[in-house]
């Protein structure tokens, strides 16, 4: 006869409000699918009476299930049944059976974050090939937000042991001195594109543990300075607005078993001047060396609302017609 005993099973790093569903729908369907046990859920921990080879059991099951939402950031009733009824433990890659096989990674309330272009599947093919990356393009071409995934998904997998969001902190037309606050206040707007991102793919509690920890940084540029960044996936958004200095000063940052990948739109440069950004004649200074990728976006990528398409068309044509205007005075002053 199997004696009863007690387990406590610590829930660590998943929010458990998510896990349990709202009014704890999940937590009653895990309890309905093992009537022999008495299950508690106090806090950060489950109590879990029973007999040994039941709590056992349920202990194994209930790992996998951490295991599958702390990879893919989502629970369903679907899920609870295969993880429990078909006795899937930790060790099972529990919903390669049922993923999506173009995902990059299963985002909150599921959410599939997948390459959807030419550009976009072209980055992300990249991403095994090279360990540098200049991805280029307009705005709402989905370069960041792709990059994001992918280093979401490396950390999952535990290719890097840390993600490192940068951004210069460039003044667009305001000044940070008048804005209220401390430095890190003056300096979260600029950053919140890349925190907007991540909250898409990881579960609240998670990331504030991970950016708690240091396993998630997000610093403007000049915080790179003098590092060596290793066992990391770093991405630098906004590459258009650095300095040549700043780029070769991020370039050189990388360390053993690191990932980088440049963001940026050449058209959108908010330097004093124009000529000031260096990311085009990095890509040029760099383009022949090995082991060095480079994708191109153009209007066709671009994933938000469809007037942002014609947007972005729209001051294209104005541009090529100023230079041209441009072009036809220093033909004439010439004469």
């Known amino acids: 006869m199997n004696q009863t005993e007690g387990k406590e099973i610590l829930i660590e790093g998943v929010d458990t409000r998510e896990l349990y569903g709202a009014k704890n729908v999940y937590l009653e369907q895990i ?28 202990e194994r099951q209930m790992q996998g299930l951490i295991a599958y939402y702390d990879r893919y950031g989502h629970i369903s009733k679907e899920v609870i049944e295969q993880s429990f009824s078909a006795g899937l433990s930790a060790s099972s890659d529990v919903v ?51 990059a994001i995934a ?52 990881i579960p609240p509690a998670k990331l504030q543990k991970f950016i708690e920890e240091g396993t998630v940084q997000i610093a403007p540029l000049a915080y790179m300075r003098g590092r060596t960044l290793d066992n990391a996936f770093v991405i630098l958004d906004e590459a258009q607005n650095t300095t040549m200095s700043q780029i070769k000063m991020f370039l050189t940052r990388m360390g053993r078993n690191a990932k980088f990948i440049l963001t940026g739109d050449v058209t959108q440069v ?29 209007k066709g990528d671009i994933v938000r609302h ?5 947007i972005v068309e729209a001051f294209d044509r104005r541009d090529k017609a100023e230079e041209e205007f441009r072009q036809h005075r220093r033909e004439e002053a010439q004469k």
Request: aromatic share 6%; hydrophobic share 40%.
């Open 150 to 201: 992918l280093a979401v998904r490396a950390l999952r997998d535990k290719q890097v042991r840390r993600i490192i969001l940068t951004r210069p902190a460039v003044e667009a037309g305001e000044k940070l001195g008048f804005l209220p606050g401390d430095l890190k206040e003056k300096l979260d707007p600029y950053l919140q594109p890349l925190y907007d991102a991540l909250n898409d793919m």
């Open 306 to 310: 469809e007037l942002v398409k014609h």
């Open 31 to 58: 309890k309905t699918l093992h009537p022999k046990l008495k299950i508690v859920a106090r806090g950060s921990s489950l109590k879990v009476l029973g007999s040994k080879g039941d709590t056992e059991r349920f």
């Open 270 to 298: 908010d330097l004093p001047h124009r000529s000031d950004s260096g990311l085009v004649r990095a890509m040029q200074t760099v383009r022949d060396i090995e082991g060095i990728g480079f994708v191109e976006f153009d």
């Open 96 to 146: 390669a059976k049922s993923g999506d096989k173009e995902a990059i990674v299963f985002g909150n309330n599921g959410i599939v974050v997948k390459a959807r272009t030419e550009n976009q599947r072209k980055l992300v093919a990249l991403y095994d090939k090279s360990d540098l990356i200049f991805a280029t393009g307009p705005a709402g071409s989905g370069k960041t937000y792709t």
